[in-house]
């Protein structure tokens, strides 16, 4: 059909041409008038228009058009054969018919115009609905593609145990039979989006990369505490190498290389998005290059779990040395401005009662506890055994007593809600569901 349409463009934007002065008096030099113009562009136009009935009649035959299609090209080749005929001789070559155009303030330029956007359209339409042959599959793959957004928070594994071909089949096959006895979920809602669709892997891998991220950024946490600033972790010789050059040093070589990994799981997610971004419908050999990253990211985050597994292990935590850390640095200001307001202060002023006690504890290099009564006088605080007893880190811990809460009560609760997800978890994959 693009011929189609060239040539309905084509007469169309020679009408325009004609009216521009040059053209026409260049035509003029060869005996051609405005009339013989208009005459057999209104017999090509008329030629066009039993040409789409003729293609109506053969696209019902001979394609999988719907009769909608074909009718819809027999409605337009008459619209076609009337602007052709009419909408060009009629009201522009008749003497009447051009003075009524100019009593209505429209010049020949301007009704030519028209004339060539009609044209335009008139080819556009019966394009349209020829297209309409293969279109309507096509669209409802696209279309498949909203609920799969919708369903995607649920389970991507659903997504990728479907079954089905491009080109459908010929045979009168009981495709949900078949599903279930391939131990799939079910058949392919539409068999061109079955073979075109990568999102199951995208989104697999997608999850890999979330995977991904965490072990990073928690291998990350371990790395910075097991630095001699925090100390807090106490790095194992079988996930650790000395240097070369200073014999103190112990590397963390394990979680420096999950860290690391975690990019090149990063870069897998995007190899696919890249590689998926710029293709049509149905199968193209540039999925092929969908299949390494898949493979690559799964066996990369495969061997960061190994790793982080094997090393939660092996390490050990310095206890004394949290707690140390913990108690220091006036991380109990706030639960001393808790006590002042539960005694009936206000906020604004327990914080800057605090605020005081904390500038002189700064003054006296000291921590909150350890200021007397006395200081905790110059700054209007009445210092008792609950203000002492308020400040230790035990009850500062436990008075975050709320769901997620730092309370002990609330930790060990988290901790026991996490385990139980863990073995539901460890259950359905040993089950193979």
């Known amino acids: 059909m693009n011929w189609y349409f060239f040539f309905f463009f084509t007469s169309g934007f020679c009408s325009v041409l004609y009216e521009l002065v040059w053209l026409r008096l260049s035509m003029a030099q060869f005996g051609v008038t405005t009339a013989m113009v208009s005459i057999v562009l209104s017999v090509f136009m008329g030629g066009l228009g039993l ?65 060539a956007g009609l044209w335009v359209g008139c080819a556009l339409v019966p394009w349209c609905a020829l297209m309409g042959a293969t279109i309507p599959v096509a669209m409802r793959a696209i279309g498949q593609t909203v609920p799969r957004e919708a369903t995607r928070s649920f389970s991507y594994l659903y997504m990728a145990n479907v079954m089905g071909a491009v080109a459908g089949t010929i045979l009168p096959l009981d495709r949900e039979a078949m599903a279930n006895a391939l131990q799939f979920d079910s058949p392919t809602a539409n068999s061109i989006d079955g073979t075109s669709d990568r999102d199951f892997a995208i989104e697999f891998v997608q999850a890999l990369s979330v995977v991904a991220l965490h072990l990073s950024r928690w291998a990350e946490e371990l790395v910075l505490h097991s630095t001699t600033e925090f100390a807090f972790v106490k790095l194992p010789e079988q996930f650790s190498t000395g240097s070369s050059a200073m014999p103190q040093k112990k590397n963390p070589d394990a979680l420096e ?78 639960a001393l401005a808790a006590l002042l307001v539960r005694r009936g202060d206000p906020f604004r002023q327990a914080h800057e009662q605090v605020s005081q006690a904390v500038r002189l504890g700064l003054e006296k290099n000291c921590e909150l506890e350890q200021l007397s009564k006395e200081d905790y006088a110059q700054c209007g605080i009445a210092a008792d055994a609950e203000l002492y007893r308020a400040l230790s880190l035990d009850e500062v811990l436990a008075i975050h007593d709320v769901p997620g809460g730092t309370a002990p009560l609330r930790v060990r609760a988290a901790l026991a809600a996490i385990k139980e997800k863990l073995s539901i978890y460890a259950g359905a994959a040993h089950a193979g569901t």
Not at 51 to 72: E, F, P, V, Y
Not at 93 to 101: A, D
Request: hydrophobic content about 50%; aromatic content about 10%.
């Open 257 to 334: 290389l999950i860290r690391g990994k975690a990019g090149r799981v990063f870069a897998n997610a995007t190899e696919l998005w890249i590689a998926v971004k710029g293709l049509p419908l149905a199968y193209n050999k540039d999925m092929q290059e969908t299949q390494q990253p898949v493979f690559a990211a799964a066996e990369q985050v495969s061997s960061m779990l190994r790793m982080a597994t094997g090393f939660l292990a092996a390490v050990s935590l310095d206890g004394e040395r949290m707690r140390q850390a913990a108690s220091g640095g006036f991380m109990n200001a706030l």
């Open 51 to 115: 040409g789409s009935w003729a293609s109506g009649k053969w696209l019902r035959a001979d394609t999988q058009t719907s009769a909608l299609n074909s009718h819809a090209l027999r409605f337009y080749a008459v619209i076609e054969l009337l602007i052709g005929v009419s909408a060009v001789v009629v009201p522009y070559e008749l003497s009447w018919g051009r003075r009524i155009l100019e009593n209505l303030g429209v010049s020949s330029s301007w009704a030519y115009y028209c004339i």
